[in-house]
């Protein structure tokens, strides 16, 4: 099989995120950039299903700026085979994203499309989705395993109540939960050789995809402050703050 790992760079989970002072959006000056963690997760399942002789190619693909060549080389250090940015500044909504990767998957026809769920700087969890329906393809969503079973994809995921396995017929969009794996680091050696490994590079505007935004961002926000906790002498002291002081009994 081949697949095909979008990767997103996007700020680091570990760091604090600050409002811009006129809400407009979110500080990314001198902010660690990484890949986004469920892409990792989609990077790591590819290798192993590579290492495991189920997939021959891993093609990664980032749309964003020039730096997003750093996730790129992060996951050809990790294992995958080549990669391709799609450079494009500013915001570029999931629809957008979506209808590029469609053409990146015209071209490559891959087997399998690799995502995270979702992207940790918008939370959007709509991208593998959209590009489902885009390509008329069979799609599961928060994957916790993925399973080659013949010439279908076995694909677990959590569902209310238990876990769900579903056999997708290939082509087909796949997602990936946090339970899915674990990420491995890129050693060095790996890292080195990464470097020689190839990336193309092509500008979002040559794929004759409208990059409009379609959704204006009307304020972003600092979550409320968290106030400080208090220690209860008794449970009639809870009851009592509960009900006459928080009001929720
Ligand atoms: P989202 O729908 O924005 O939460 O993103 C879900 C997944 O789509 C991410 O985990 C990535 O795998 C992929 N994705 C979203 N935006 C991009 C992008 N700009 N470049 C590459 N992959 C992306």
Not at 44 to 52: G, I, N, Q, S
Request: net charge negative; aromatic share 2%.
């Amino acid at each position: 099989m081949k697949v095909l790992v979008p990767v997103k760079r996007v700020v680091d989970y570990n760091v604090k995120v600050r409002v811009k002072p006129d809400q407009s959006g979110v500080d990314l000056a001198n902010v660690k950039m990484s890949m986004n963690p469920f892409d990792e997760i989609a990077v790591e399942e590819a290798v192993r299903l590579k290492e495991a002789g189920t997939v021959e190619e891993i093609v990664v693909v980032s749309i964003g700026p020039e730096k997003a060549q750093d996730q790129i080389r992060q996951a050809l250090a990790m294992g995958a085979d080549r990669g391709l940015l799609i450079t494009a500044e500013g915001e570029v909504e999931s629809l957008a994203v979506a209808k590029l990767l469609k053409a990146v998957c015209e071209e490559e026809k891959p087997d399998v499309v690799l995502l995270g769920k979702q992207a940790i700087d918008d939370d959007r969890n709509q991208t593998g989705q959209m590009l489902a329906a885009l390509m008329g393809w069979s799609q599961g969503t928060f994957a916790s395993k993925v399973e080659k079973d013949g010439d279908k994809l076995h694909v677990t995921r959590e569902v209310d109540g238990g876990l769900q396995t579903i056999a997708l017929s290939l082509p087909a969009v796949v997602t990936t939960d946090l339970r899915l794996n674990e990420p491995r680091y890129a050693s060095l050696p790996n890292i080195m050789k990464a470097k020689k490994k190839p990336l193309d590079k092509k500008a979002a505007s040559e794929f004759g995809v409208d990059l409009t935004p379609r959704l204006e961002t009307l304020k972003v926000t600092e979550p409320p402050k968290r106030e400080a906790g208090i220690k209860v002498e008794s449970v009639e002291e809870l009851v009592d703050k509960l009900k006459n002081e928080a009001g929720v009994l």
